[in-house]
């Protein structure tokens, strides 16, 4: 997946992307960045708290995370309560962006 998402950043001439796997929650990266996509996944964590809190350490101040689930994995009310813990670790809703088949929120440090 991250190989496809850099090749059509080459494809189209997108040079400042970084791409990194996270796995069992090591965030050894000595990078802050300006936006972060989880990307139909986030369901998958084991301890979203801590989660959001690297996440939320990873990210430049006013950088902004995009969350997007399935909807057929992710029922409403879960989604919701991932947006709590998102708000328990001072993140901020700034919209729900429309994307297919998807529930989705943008989130932003502050």
Known sequence: ????????????????LKTYLIENNNFDINYKFDFI????MFHEIHNKNLMFER???KLKDGGSLLIVEPKIHVRRKYFEYELELARTTNF???????????????????
Do not use: H
Request: charged residues 30%; without cysteine; positive net charge.
């Open 1 to 16: 997946m991250l190989d496809r998402i850099e090749y059509k950043a080459r494809k189209n001439n997108i040079t400042n």
């Open 37 to 40: 996509l989880a990307f139909w």
């Open 55 to 57: 996440l939320y350490e």
């Open 92 to 110: 901020k809703i700034i919209e729900y962006p429309q994307i297919s088949m998807s529930r989705s929120v943008l989130l932003k440090k502050g």
